[in-house]
């Protein structure tokens, strides 16, 4: 299904915000301005708006909220607030290849936090800027939609795999490596990844990281 390979599965965002909204009534569903248009216009564009609204939530752009200012790599990024002192953040990537950094799943997603509409010159040093964001915002839990995921020209022009997981787990760095194995990658060859893991931001051994559910093996 092309359709569903780009964006997160909007069953996903639906169950995961209905799990959320049982917790607290203050539950805000965020994106940012890109080159390709306004937060607004993608998230109505795709559902995404519905969505939130179904299930009672919020919707920010992060484009327009306070921001602070952070050097990575002799750059500067814009992080917005909201991540900043969200109380408990939870990450909704995709399982798709990226031509950049090999993988985009939930070290990759952070980009999207950032407020700059115009992010293209951050790609010069992009795995650095992955690691920086992994580290500055604190991720509780990270829901990786692999139902229809994606592999070859990703993020965007791949072909979709009917691949039919769910992968979570509380450390993003993990989580990609658990991709990692899943898509026949080394996570050593992935530089953002062997980067957060000479770090001690996680562990990508697949040998040393503990599986619970499918065999990863079989999948």
Not at 45 to 59: I, P, S
Not at 170 to 192: L, Q, S
Not at 205 to 212: G, M, N, P, S, Y
Request: proline content about 3%.
């Amino acid at each position: 299904n092309i359709e569903n390979m780009i964006i997160t599965d909007l069953r996903v965002l639906e169950t995961v915000l209905n799990i959320a909204k049982q917790k607290t009534k203050n539950v805000v569903v965020v994106e940012s301005d890109s080159a390709s248009g306004s937060a607004q216009k993608k998230v109505a564009g795709t559902g995404v708006l519905d969505t939130v609204q179904k299930c009672e939530a919020e919707f920010l752009n992060l484009s327009q909220d306070e921001v602070e200012e952070h050097k990575v790599a002799g750059l500067t990024i814009q992080i917005p607030k909201t991540v900043l002192k969200a109380d408990y953040f939870i990450n909704l990537p995709k399982v798709k290849t990226n031509t950049y950094v090999m993988l985009s799943v939930a070290m990759k997603n952070m980009f999207g936090i950032i407020a700059s509409k115009r992010k293209g010159y951050l790609h010069k040093r992009l795995a650095d800027v992955l690691v920086y964001l992994s580290q500055a915002v604190r991720q509780d839990l990270v829901v990786a939609d692999g139902i229809v995921a994606m592999e070859g020209l990703g993020p965007i022009q791949g072909s979709p795999v009917n691949l039919g997981l769910i992968i979570a787990g509380k450390n993003p760095v993990t989580v990609d490596a658990a991709c990692c194995h899943i898509m026949g990658f080394n996570p050593y060859a992935v530089e953002a990844l062997w980067k957060a893991h000479q770090q001690g931001m996680g562990e990508i051994d697949a040998q040393k990281i503990c599986f619970v559910g499918e065999d990863i093996e079989s999948v």
